[in-house]
Every structure is written in C-alpha cells, then in structure tokens.
C-alpha cells in the first residue's frame, strides 16, 4: 500500500458543503476511523456525491473543515458517478487501468516492468484480461465500471471513495466488485461508498451515513436504514426541495417598485 505513515481517522468537524456559496451539505460533524467501510444513502440531491467530492479534495468546504491526520486529500482514490467518466477520451483499456499509476510515476514517465505487472493483475483481478487493446469507449457499462475498480487496484491508497459504484451493472459484476471491497477491508483500507442501493449497504458496509442534506443518522447500517429514518430523511429531503423552489420563485418574482 501506498504511504508508510499509520492511517489516522478522517474527522469531518462542523462541515458545510456548497455551490456559489449555496449549501448543499449542512454542518455535519464525524469520525470516519481507518479500516471503516461507511454507506452514505440518501434521496437524490441528499449531497451524497456532494460529500464524496470534499473528501476527495475536489471541493473545497463553505465552513468547517476536514482533518485528516497527517494524510491529504491526494492520499485517497476517487472513483467518480459513471456518467461523469468522459468515455470518448481516445486510450485503450491498459493505458486507461496504468493511469493510477501517474500520482507514482509523474505523467510523462513510462511504466516500468513492475507497474506493468501490476496494471496486468489489476485488470486480471475485475476478469478484464484479454481486453487491454480495446479502446474504452468500446466498453460496456459494467466492463468500464471493472476497469475503473482496477484503476483504484493501481492506484494502491489506503483510502478508496466509490459514488453509486453499482449503478446500471448486473448481478455478477456486482458480486465481483463487492468482493474487490471486502478485499480491500480485509488489507485495512477505508472504502466509503454512495449507495443508492440499501440492500447492498446492509450487505456490505456495517456503518451508514443516513444523508438528506443534514445528517438524519451515522451510525450501524441497520440502525441508520430503519423506516423511521428513511421516513425523516425523505420528509426532509422534500422540505428542502420546497424551500428551494420557494426561494427560487422569490428570486423570480417581479419586484413592485
Ligand atoms: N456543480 C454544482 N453546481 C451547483 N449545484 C450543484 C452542483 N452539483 C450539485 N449541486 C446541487 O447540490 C445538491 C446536492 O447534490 P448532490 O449531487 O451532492 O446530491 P446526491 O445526493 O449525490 O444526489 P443523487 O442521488 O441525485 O446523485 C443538489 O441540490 C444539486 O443540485
């Protein structure tokens, strides 16, 4: 595994998550501890991608903040909403798995044999040997879903942060990737995932984080997922969607002079 230092917690203290200065997360406070493999579930526009795209680095926080005990934010693997994947890039499947090497390597350094071994046992590990030529706009949904996973293989961080990574793929994808994770538990790394799917969480991930723009729970999956708390964090998702309107129809309103 990439890095030496021992993995601290990563702590989310009073945080804030917005767009032009809008929240879209509001003042969520926890402790995400090494190892931990944590659901975040919620109704659309809940600001689960929101969250992952902070803890990624990729957002910088409206008010409070994360500590991540040592670590940065380029400490971390993010495997981004398929749909956000521009698939018309012209690169092949091997080359597209052997960018995770590049944090590693710098970008214009050629691979030598040991990261093209492991590019090799990445792609092996998803059951995508044989396709290395392809170029990946050729792919399937589930096939690309596979090589992004063994691009997270190369990438090799102590920390791998997955949104809706079971969104539109099969049952047999689904298990293998599943099975990826409980590898990746077994090795000590953390995996937080954005789930839409709650049976999956309660497969897979003992912690949940309930989201509807506020935290509506943190804590174990079945708890965080009982039908009272589902009932919350829909009641509140849509109060936030009326709201939003309501300011909305103010912001348009004609003003009366
Ligand atoms: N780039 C952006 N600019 C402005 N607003 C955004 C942007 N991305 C998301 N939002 C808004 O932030 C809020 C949370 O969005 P987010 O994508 O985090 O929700 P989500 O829980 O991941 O939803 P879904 O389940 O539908 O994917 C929504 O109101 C959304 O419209």
Known sequence: MSGTAAPGPIRLVNLTLGYDRRPAVHHLDGEIPPGAALAVCGPNGAGKSTLLK????????LGGHIARDGATARDVAYLPQLLDVDRSFPINVRDFVAMGAMRR????RRLDAAERARTGMALDRVGMTGMEDRPIETLS???MQRALFARLIVQDQRVILLDEPFGAIDEATTDDLLALIAQWRAEGRTVVAVLHELDLARRAFPQTLLLAR????????????CADNLGRARAM??????AARECLRDEEA???H
């Not at 902070?54 to 926080?61: H, N, S, V």
């Not at 998702?237 to 009326?242: G, N, V």
């Open 54 to 61: 902070a803890l990624a680095g990729l957002l910088a926080p």
């Open 214 to 225: 506020e935290p509506i729970a943190w804590c174990e999956t079945h708890k965080a997922l």
């Open 141 to 143: 949904g589930g096939q």
């Open 237 to 242: 998702s849509e109060a936030y969607d009326r």
């Open 254 to 256: 004609p003003h009366v």
């Open 105 to 108: 390597l710098g970008l214009f």
